[in-house]
């Protein structure tokens, strides 16, 4: 696994560690009084909007980050990494030092209350806002556009992408299905943890990102 691959990775990864995702995702399961059908709705929202993106991208954008030289990224590309990697250090220490705010999660637990009442196609929209990849949706397309994609391959990536970040949200629902009973439970306990520990999950990964992203910026600057 090269850099440049092992970057998606740790793009993947935090999209599917990011709090407020993983609060939404939880929240819409655990308050809704039909848990599976609020969950397959939104994470078929969130899906369709994540993939419609890379499926878009993957012509649009194609290989315009790709260099002839593999381990010579272009100019622009590392520059891209180098500010990336410091935002997202800027990012964690704001949030480190952000105290925890409850009513702010009281907030999301009455807007995800609202959705998980709401039609199909409001449940829908919600997952299409609230549950994609968000920030991490530019790395990603740029780590893949980097790897010299034919438009087939981009969308490849583009689903491991996208599948990874929502991973969560998927394993909950097969969860609902296989035994609706104990899932609610675990539920329960892991929104209870992810209040209390979704956090510290999300600056490890975070800043090996930031490492990664560093590391292939200065790099392809120096050679």
């Known amino acids: 696994m090269g850099w440049v691959d092992t970057e998606l990775v740790l793009i993947a990864l935090a999209a599917m560690v990011s709090p407020t995702t993983l609060s939404f995702s939880i929240f819409a399961l655990v308050l809704s009084d039909r848990p599976k059908r609020t969950g397959i709705w939104f994470y078929l929202g969130a899906l369709t909007a994540t993939l419609a993106i890379g499926v878009i991208a993957a012509f649009v954008l194609g290989d315009v980050a790709a260099s002839k030289t593999p381990s010579q990224p272009k100019t622009w590309v590392c520059i891209?990494?180098?500010?990336?990697?410091?935002?997202?250090?800027?990012?964690?220490?704001?949030?480190?030092?952000?105290?925890?705010?409850?009513?702010r999660v009281e907030r999301m637990v009455a807007q995800m209350g609202r959705v998980a009442s709401s039609p199909v196609i409001a449940i829908f929209a919600a997952g299409?806002?609230?549950?994609?990849?968000?920030?991490?949706?530019?790395?990603?397309?740029?780590?893949?556009?980097?790897?010299?994609?034919?438009?087939?391959?981009?969308?490849?990536?583009?689903?491991?992408?996208?599948?990874?970040?929502?991973?969560?949200?998927?394993?909950?629902?097969?969860?609902?299905?296989?035994?609706?009973?104990?899932?609610?439970?675990?539920?329960?306990?892991?929104?209870?943890w992810l209040i209390q520990n979704g956090r510290t999950i999300a600056v490890v990964i975070i800043l090996f990102l930031a490492a990664a992203l560093l590391r292939n910026g200065i790099s392809g600057l120096v050679n």
């Open 80 to 103: 891209v990494d180098i500010v990336a990697a410091a935002v997202l250090v800027l990012v964690v220490v704001k949030f480190v030092q952000r105290p925890r705010n409850p009513e």
């Open 128 to 192: 299409a806002s609230l549950a994609n990849p968000g920030g991490y949706i530019p790395l990603a397309l740029k780590t893949i556009s980097e790897t010299d994609p034919s438009a087939a391959q981009y969308v490849v990536d583009w689903v491991f992408f996208t599948l990874v970040s929502l991973l969560p949200l998927l394993a909950a629902i097969v969860l609902l299905v296989v035994a609706p009973t104990r899932a609610r439970r675990i539920l329960q306990r892991v929104r209870d």
